[in-house]
C-alpha cells in the first residue's frame, strides 16, 4: 500500500470524527417536516459548479446523480465526500445560529468493460432531522383564567441510501440505474409545559423506521461537435415510490425529579410497529453540457420534485410543495498536460442556483438561490504508479426564503471530497 493511501484513511478518520462532533450542535427548525432536511445530493465536483450533474460524466469522477455517467470510469476510482458549515435563521428579528457536519457520500466506482459499462457501489444521507425548539403562547382555562404555557418540539434522526448502480453506453447513447435500500428513523417528540409546578407536563413522542427498496434511472446522449468539442444531453428520474415503514406512538405525562430532568409519571397511550406506507414522490430532472476536452465545460440543469404527493401513513403534510430549481456552471482548465506549473493543471468551479423550496410556511412559498465556487487539486502521485488522486472543493452560500416569509435562513457551506483513482485485477509480472 502506497503512503498516499494510508494517509488518506487517515485523513478520512479526522473528517468523520469532526463531522459527528460538529453535527451534534446541529439546530434546523426546517427538519420538522416531511422527512428532514433534505441533504445535498450531489458530488463535490458537480457542487462547485452550481450542483449542474445531470449530463456531466467523467473518467475519474463518479456522478451518482445521473447512473448513465458510469460507463465513462476508466479507472476504479473510491469517492468520499464531507461537508461542515454554519447557518443562521431569522425569525420575527430573533436570530440564532448553529453548525453542521456529515459524511457526504462514500463510494466506490469500477470500470467493467472500459468506456462502455460501468459499475458503482455507495452509501449516502439522504435527509437529516435536527431541532430544539421552545415556543411560549397563551392559552384559556375556564371562562377567564389565561395561562402562559410552553411548547419545547424536539427531533433527531435522518434516511440513508444504499445502493448499487450500473451504466452501459450504446452507441451515443447511455442508460442507467440505480437501485438500493432506503432505510432510518425519524423522531419527533413534544412536551408541553405548564406554569403551576402541581401541573404535569405532558409529553408526545413519534418514531417512524424506514425500510424498503427505491430505484432512479438515468439517460445521456453525447454529440460529437468537432474534435475538440461535444455536447452531452442528461435525463434523470423516478416514479411515486411507497416505501414500507413501521410507527411507534407514546403519549404519557412527566413528572419532575427536581434536577431539570423528566421521568414517566404516566402513560396514558402507546402504539408499537404500527405498519405503512410513505408515498416518497417522484422526481425528474434534465440538463446540458458542452465541453471542450481538458479545457472547459459550462452545463445547465432543471429539476423537479413534486412534494406535493408526499404521504406518512395516509397523511398529508400541508407544509409541503413542489420544488423546482434552475442551475448553471462551469469549470476551467488551464491547461490539463502541463509538465510545470501545478496551478495550471488545477480546475477551477463556477455556479448558482435558484428556484421553489419544498416547504411552503403559513401559506407563503419559499424561494432558494446559491452561489459556488469550486477547484480540483491533483495530489501528486508515486513513481511507476498507477494512481490518480483529486482533492476536490466547494464553497457554497445559500439563502432560503425572505423578508416576507416567517423564517429566513442563511447558509454557508464547505464540501471536501477525495477520490482515489487506481487500476485494480493487474496481473503481475515477472522477469
Not at 84 to 101: E, V, Y
Not at 289 to 300: A, F
Not at 330 to 344: H, M
Amino acid at each position: 500500500m502506497h503512503w498516499t493511501k494510508v494517509s488518506i484513511l487517515c485523513l478520512l478518520g479526522t473528517f468523520f470524527l469532526v463531522a459527528n462532533k460538529v453535527s451534534a450542535q446541529e439546530n434546523s427548525p426546517y427538519s420538522r417536516y416531511g422527512l428532514g432536511d433534505l441533504n445535498n445530493n450531489q458530488n463535490t465536483v458537480n457542487r462547485g459548479m452550481g450542483g449542474v450533474s445531470q449530463a456531466y460524466n467523467d473518467p475519474q469522477a463518479v456522478n451518482f446523480v445521473n447512473p448513465a455517467s458510469y460507463y465513462s470510469l476508466v479507472l476504479t476510482t473510491f469517492d468520499v465526500g464531507i461537508e461542515g458549515g454554519a447557518k443562521s435563521i431569522t425569525d420575527r428579528g430573533a436570530k440564532f445560529s448553529s453548525g453542521f457536519g456529515t459524511l457526504s457520500y462514500l463510494q466506490l466506482g469500477i470500470p467493467l468493460v472500459r468506456n462502455r459499462w460501468g459499475l458503482n457501489l455507495g452509501l449516502r444521507p439522504v435527509t437529516r432531522i435536527s431541532y430544539n425548539i421552545q415556543q411560549g403562547f397563551n392559552s384559556n382555562f375556564g371562562d377567564t383564567t389565561k395561562w402562559p404555557l410552553t411548547n419545547k418540539y424536539e427531533g433527531s434522526g435522518g434516511l440513508y441510501q444504499l445502493y448499487a448502480g450500473t451504466g452501459v453506453r450504446v452507441g451515443d447513447f447511455s442508460i442507467g440505474v440505480n437501485l438500493g435500500y432506503l432505510f432510518g428513523n425519524v423522531e419527533n417528540n413534544t412536551r408541553l409545559f405548564f406554569p403551576d409546578p402541581n401541573t404535569y407536563p405532558s409529553h408526545k413522542m413519534t418514531r417512524i423506521t424506514y425500510n424498503s427498496f427505491f430505484y432512479k434511472l438515468g439517460l445521456q446522449y453525447r454529440a460529437k461537435l468537432n474534435k475538440e468539442m461535444d455536447m452531452t444531453f442528461g435525463v434523470t428520474g423516478s416514479m411515486k415510490q411507497n416505501m414500507n415503514a413501521r410507527q411507534e406512538m407514546l403519549n404519557e405525562t412527566l413528572m419532575s425529579n427536581g434536577a431539570g430532568n423528566y421521568t414517566n409519571q404516566d402513560t396514558v397511550s402507546y402504539v408499537k410497529g404500527n405498519k405503512g406506507k410513505v408515498v416518497y414522490p417522484e422526481e425528474f430532472g434534465g440538463g446540458i453540457m458542452i465541453r471542450k476536452y481538458d479545457k472547459w465545460s459550462v452545463g445547465v440543469d432543471y429539476t423537479s420534485n413534486q412534494w406535493q404527493n408526499f404521504k406518512s401513513f395516509e397523511v398529508k403534510d400541508s407544509a409541503l410543495q413542489n420544488a423546482w430549481k434552475l442551475a448553471i456552471g462551469g469549470q476551467f482548465v488551464p491547461n490539463a498536460t502541463a509538465l510545470s506549473g501545478y496551478w495550471n493543471r488545477v480546475a477551477y468551479r463556477l455556479g448558482a442556483y435558484y428556484g421553489q423550496d419544498y416547504l411552503k410556511l403559513a401559506g407563503q412559498n419559499m424561494p432558494m438561490m446559491g452561489f459556488t465556487v469550486g477547484a480540483g487539486l491533483p495530489v501528486r502521485r508515486m513513481p511507476y504508479s498507477n494512481q490518480y488522486s483529486m482533492l476536490n472543493l466547494a464553497f457554497e452560500v445559500a439563502h432560503r426564503g425572505n423578508n416576507q416569509t416567517v423564517l429566513k435562513e442563511n447558509t454557508y457551506r464547505i464540501s471536501l471530497g477525495f477520490t482515489l483513482s487506481d487500476k485494480w485485477f493487474i496481473k503481475r509480472k515477472y522477469e
